[in-house]
């Protein structure tokens, strides 16, 4: 397995509070992803970073924020959790883009 | 707007014979198709992609067809397994981003 961890792996957090997710990564790869997968929706994407500091915004970015000080971390936050943020939250590398993305765990994310 | 949809959500077949699973795309433009078995309490795991300029390309034990005309994708499994028991996804992108599908059930029965 690419070498991807995810932290935590299961959160319950309170409406209106802020939480942070974590992807690490020991690959060196250039491309991290962050995903949201609900039922019936499949996979979508939240934020995107090609490089440190380099970020872009993915499909369903309302409501979320990432940073990227570093290659191997990139960061999630949702500023005010809201009840429709429940959901498992994956991140993804790729050294070459679109190309074999590698996933990681995911993050278990309920907002009660 | 863009999207990737699948025909069947289940697909169940018997161990040993071949399962095809099918895809359609929206994106004339996407260059890349990519599938993903995703097993349950785990993240996607890439199996085999194909780029737009190819129709078929062949992996182990795994096909992928591409027609372009009707774009349309489709994902063959040969002599299925128990393992192969997943959820299949298939996604189209170019450059940094994939837009996924709904993804397909497949169980194998014994």
């Known amino acids: 397995d690419a070498g991807i961890t995810q932290s935590p792996r299961h959160k319950v957090t309170e409406t209106g509070t802020p939480v942070t997710l974590r992807c690490h990564q020991t690959?060196?790869?250039?491309?991290m992803y962050w995903y949201r997968q609900d039922p019936g929706h499949g996979l979508r994407l939240i934020h995107y970073?090609?490089?440190?500091?380099?970020?872009d915004k993915g499909e369903v970015s309302d409501g979320y924020s990432v940073s990227r000080s570093k290659t191997e971390d990139f960061l999630l936050t949702l500023e005010s959790a809201t009840s429709s943020q429940t959901s498992v939250y994956f991140c993804?590398?790729?050294?070459?883009?679109?190309?074999?993305?590698?996933f990681g765990p995911g993050t278990r994310l309920t907002v009660t | 707007g863009e999207s990737v949809g699948l025909h069947l959500p289940t697909l169940s077949v018997q161990e040993g014979d071949n399962s095809i699973i099918n895809c359609a795309y929206s994106?004339?433009?996407?260059?890349?198709f990519i599938w993903y078995k995703q097993e349950s309490g785990k993240g996607p795991q890439f199996i085999i992609d194909?780029?737009?300029?190819?129709d078929k390309r062949q992996g182990q034990r795994v096909t992928v067809l591409l027609n372009k005309t009707v774009k349309h994708l489709s994902l063959q499994i040969a002599a299925t397994q128990p393992g192969d028991s997943a959820v299949y996804f298939c996604?189209?992108?170019?450059?940094?981003?994939?837009?996924f599908g709904t993804g397909t059930r497949l169980q194998v029965f014994p």
């Open positions: 993804a590398i790729s050294g070459t883009g679109v190309h074999e993305q590698y």
């Open positions: 996604a189209e992108g170019n450059t940094d981003k994939l837009i």
């Open positions: 970073s090609y490089g440190v500091k380099d970020t």
């Open positions: 194909i780029r737009s300029n190819m």
């Open positions: 690959e060196n790869h250039r491309y």
């Open positions: 994106n004339s433009a996407s260059d890349y």
